[in-house]
C-alpha cells in the first residue's frame, strides 16, 4: 500500500492508518509516500475504466462524468495542510478514545483538480440547497449495529463554492496514490483532514448536514461527562497549531546556538506569530516567520537558542493567527480528543 | 529472550525493554513470560560453573559465594509488587524524556532467595556503614561521555537489613529467568524497580550512596527547568497508586451492570481505601477490597456500576494507602517523568 522507502509509522493495519515521524518535516517537501494516511475501512481498489463521478441536485437530476471527463475541465492547483482531527491524541489527558497519534498526523503538499464550483455550476437549483455531501466509496461498519455504510461528509455550500475546494486527481505532480484517494479526493482546504472525502463517487446537493456516522456521532466534539448521543458541534476548521520539528523529545545536545525551527497553520486564518520559550513557558520569545506564501499552506519558523550551561530544558512552542486566536496551554478536552492543539513542548537535555 | 507465548509489549529491543498488558492482571496469578523487562544493557549470558557472588566490607576483607552455596542459606520466600519508576510515563504531560510506558511497567511475583541480612551477618563492621551497593554484571555506556560501567545500586543499610529485602534465585518457584536476573536479583520490596538490581555479582558495604550514573544523574527527579546537574532527591519508595485492569480506554460496553476492578498498591504502606468516580471525578464511591494478604503485594479492588443511558463516561480509581498519602489527580511533574501516580481515567462508552 505504501512504497517500501515510505518512513510512516503505523498505527493501524486495518483500517491502514500511518502516522509521519516529525523529522520528515524538516525538508520543505514531503514526498507522496511520506504522507499520513487515514482510512475509515479497506481501501478499495478501482477499474478506472467503470469509474464514474455521479453528481445529483436537489431535484434529483444529475449528471455523470468518467475520469477523462473531468480532466476537460479547468485544472486548479492548491497547495493546502491537512491535519488529522485526531492528531496529537498521545498528549491528551486525561486518556481519551481514539487512535494515538503523536504529532505526526499532518502533511502539507500541493494538490491539483477541478475546483467543485466548476461541476455545481452544471446542477440546478444551487440556490435552494445549504450543503453539498461527498460520498467515497469506501464502506464498512462501525459497530453500533449500525448497518454498512459508505464514508461521507457535507460541507455547508459556501465551503464547497470556494475556488480552492476541489476534486484533487494529482498530488504533488504525480496521479494521485490509491492510498490516498485514486482517482478523485475532495480536498476541504483550512478543515480537518476527515471532510477531505477519498476515492469520491459521488456529490449531492442537500439541504441539511449529513447525518452519517462520521459526520453526526464521530468527528463531533463530545463534552467530558455526557448521556447525549447527538452532539451540535461538528469538527471543521483546523486551529492554530504549531510543531516543533527539527529537536526530539529527550533529545540530548551540545551547549551552544540552536536552531530551532518547526511549523504553525490554522484554518481560521494566517499565522500571525510564533512564539517559543526555553524555560517551561515563563518567558517567550518571537521567532523568525518565514514569507507567507500561501494561503492554506503551513508557515516555517526558526529561532536561534544560545545555551551555555548543561541542564535539563522545556521548549515550547506557540502560534496565534489573524484572527488572534492562540494556543492554549491545555485544549479543550473532549471524549475522542479532537483538534488537540496544546502548546507543543519537547523536553531537552543540554550535556 | 522470552517464550513465544509471550503477550508482553515490546518497548525497545537493545536494551530489552518489554510491557505487561493490562488485561493479564486481570487474572490473579502472572506468568513469568508476562511479567515486564526493563533492561539498561545487554541481558548478560550467565557461566554458572564460573559464577560466584563477591561480598567486600568496609574493611576490604570479603567472602565469595557459589551459587551452590548461597542455596545453603534458609530460603525466604515474599510476594512483591515491582513497578518500574517509569511506568505510566506515556500519560505525562507536558511530554518527558524516557521511554513511553503504558500502565504496564508493574507485575507482582512470588519471590525466594537469601535473605540479603543473612550474608550481612557474615561481614564485619556493619555498624559502622550506612548503605550497601549491589552491582550487576549488566554494563555498558549511557552516552554523556562517561565510561563504561555497571549497572549498580545502594540503599540504606536498614533497608537491606529488612529481613524481605532478597537476593532471589526463584521466581514463582521456577529458577529465576535470564531477562529477570538469573542467576541472582536483589529484591528491594516497597521501591520502584530500578532498586532491584538484576545479576548481582557483588555486595559492597559502603559508607554513602553509590554515585554511579544511574543512581546520581539518572533514578533522580529533575525538577521542570534546571540548570544543575545534582540532585538530591533519589527515586526510592513506591507511591500510593491504582489502576483498572478490567476495561479499555474507549471501550464500548452495553448498559446495564459493570463489574469494574483492578489493582492498588503503595511503597510506604497497606491500601486502606479504593475509590471510583463514572462521572469523571465529580463523586466518588469506595470500592470493595479484597482482604489483605502481603504487606507488598497489591491489592484488588472491584465495584459494581449500573448503567442504563447510552453515553460517553469517564471513570477514575483513586488509592489511599494506610499513611494517607492520596493519589493526585496529577504528579509532580518531573524532567524524565518518574513516579507518575497521577489518577488513572479510562474513557468508555455505553451503547
Same mark, same amino acid.
Request: hydrophobic share 35%; net charge negative; aromatic share 10%.
Given at each position: 500500500?505504501?512504497?517500501?522507502?515510505?518512513?510512516? $509509522?503505523?498505527?493501524?493495519? +486495518?483500517?491502514?492508518?500511518?502516522e509521519?515521524?516529525?523529522d520528515?518535516f524538516?525538508?520543505?517537501?514531503?514526498?507522496?509516500?511520506?504522507?499520513?494516511i487515514?482510512?475509515?475501512?479497506?481501501? *478499495?481498489?478501482?477499474?478506472i475504466?467503470?469509474?464514474?463521478?455521479?453528481?445529483?441536485?436537489l431535484?434529483?437530476?444529475?449528471?455523470?462524468?468518467?475520469?477523462?471527463?473531468?480532466?476537460?475541465?479547468?485544472k $486548479?492547483?492548491?497547495? +493546502?495542510?491537512?491535519?488529522?482531527?485526531?492528531?496529537?491524541?498521545?498528549?491528551?489527558?486525561?486518556?481519551?478514545?481514539?487512535?494515538?497519534?503523536?504529532?505526526?498526523?499532518?502533511?502539507?503538499?500541493?494538490?491539483? &483538480? +477541478?475546483?467543485?464550483?466548476?461541476?455545481?455550476?452544471?446542477?440546478?437549483?444551487?440556490s435552494?440547497?445549504?450543503?453539498v455531501?461527498?460520498?467515497?466509496?469506501d464502506?464498512?461498519?462501525?459497530?453500533?449495529?449500525? *448497518?454498512v455504510?459508505?464514508?461521507?461528509m457535507?460541507?455547508?455550500?459556501s465551503?464547497?463554492?470556494?475556488?480552492?475546494?476541489?476534486?484533487?486527481?494529482?498530488?504533488?505532480?504525480?496521479?494521485l496514490?490509491?492510498?490516498?484517494?485514486?482517482p478523485?479526493?475532495?480536498?476541504?482546504?483550512?478543515w480537518? &483532514?476527515?471532510?477531505?472525502?477519498?476515492?469520491?463517487t459521488?456529490?449531492?446537493?442537500?439541504?441539511?448536514? $449529513?447525518?452519517?456516522?462520521?459526520?453526526?456521532?464521530?468527528?463531533?466534539?463530545?463534552? *467530558?461527562?455526557?448521556?447525549?448521543?447527538?452532539?451540535?458541534?461538528?469538527v471543521?476548521?483546523?486551529k492554530v497549531?504549531?510543531?516543533?520539528?527539527?529537536?526530539?523529545?529527550?533529545?540530548?545536545?551540545k551547549?551552544?546556538?540552536?536552531t530551532?525551527?518547526?511549523?504553525?497553520?490554522?484554518?481560521?486564518?494566517?499565522?500571525?506569530?510564533?512564539?517559543?520559550?526555553?524555560?517551561?513557558?515563563?518567558?517567550?520569545?518571537?521567532?523568525?516567520l518565514?514569507?507567507?506564501?500561501?494561503?492554506?499552506?503551513?508557515?516555517?519558523?526558526?529561532?536561534?537558542?544560545?545555551?551555555?550551561?548543561?541542564?535539563?530544558?522545556?521548549?515550547?512552542?506557540?502560534?496565534?493567527?489573524?484572527?488572534?486566536?492562540?494556543?492554549?496551554?491545555?485544549f479543550?478536552?473532549?471524549?475522542?480528543?479532537?483538534?488537540?492543539?496544546g502548546?507543543?513542548?519537547?523536553?531537552?537535555?543540554?550535556?
Amino acid at each position: 500500500m505504501t512504497a517500501n522507502n515510505s518512513r510512516l $509509522h503505523t498505527l493501524s493495519q +486495518v483500517p491502514l492508518v500511518l502516522e509521519t515521524p516529525l523529522d520528515v518535516f524538516d525538508a520543505n517537501e514531503i514526498a507522496n509516500e511520506d504522507f499520513f494516511i487515514r482510512s475509515h475501512f479497506d481501501v *478499495p481498489d478501482i477499474n478506472i475504466g467503470n469509474w464514474k463521478l455521479r453528481s445529483i441536485g436537489l431535484d434529483g437530476y444529475g449528471v455523470d462524468y468518467t475520469y477523462a471527463q473531468l480532466m476537460e475541465f479547468p485544472k $486548479h492547483e492548491v497547495t +493546502v495542510t491537512l491535519e488529522c482531527a485526531g492528531n496529537s491524541r498521545s498528549s491528551v489527558q486525561p486518556s481519551c478514545e481514539g487512535m494515538l497519534w503523536n504529532h505526526g498526523g499532518v502533511g502539507r503538499s500541493n494538490w491539483s &483538480g +477541478v475546483s467543485v464550483q466548476t461541476l455545481l455550476a452544471q446542477m440546478g437549483h444551487i440556490s435552494e440547497s445549504t450543503h453539498v455531501l461527498f460520498l467515497g466509496c469506501d464502506s464498512g461498519n462501525e459497530g453500533y449495529d449500525s *448497518p454498512v455504510s459508505n464514508y461521507g461528509m457535507s460541507i455547508p455550500l459556501s465551503k464547497a463554492m470556494d475556488v480552492d475546494t476541489i476534486l484533487a486527481y494529482e498530488m504533488n505532480g504525480e496521479v494521485l496514490p490509491q492510498a490516498h484517494g485514486y482517482p478523485m479526493r475532495l480536498i476541504v482546504p483550512g478543515w480537518y &483532514g476527515m471532510a477531505s472525502v477519498k476515492w469520491v463517487t459521488d456529490i449531492r446537493i442537500v439541504d441539511k448536514p $449529513h447525518d452519517g456516522f462520521h459526520q453526526s456521532k464521530y468527528y463531533v466534539y463530545v463534552p *467530558p461527562e455526557t448521556q447525549e448521543t447527538q452532539f451540535p458541534e461538528r469538527v471543521s476548521v483546523m486551529k492554530v497549531k504549531s510543531l516543533i520539528t527539527s529537536i526530539k523529545r529527550g533529545q540530548r545536545l551540545k551547549a551552544g546556538v540552536q536552531t530551532i525551527h518547526g511549523k504553525a497553520w490554522s484554518g481560521a486564518g494566517t499565522i500571525q506569530k510564533v512564539e517559543i520559550s526555553t524555560d517551561n513557558g515563563n518567558n517567550w520569545q518571537i521567532t523568525d516567520l518565514a514569507q507567507f506564501e500561501s494561503q492554506y499552506d503551513w508557515q516555517d519558523w526558526s529561532y536561534d537558542w544560545t545555551t551555555n550551561a548543561p541542564g535539563c530544558f522545556l521548549i515550547s512552542v506557540r502560534a496565534t493567527d489573524s484572527l488572534g486566536n492562540v494556543q492554549p496551554k491545555y485544549f479543550d478536552w473532549n471524549f475522542r480528543g479532537f483538534a488537540n492543539n496544546g502548546i507543543h513542548v519537547v523536553p531537552v537535555e543540554i550535556v
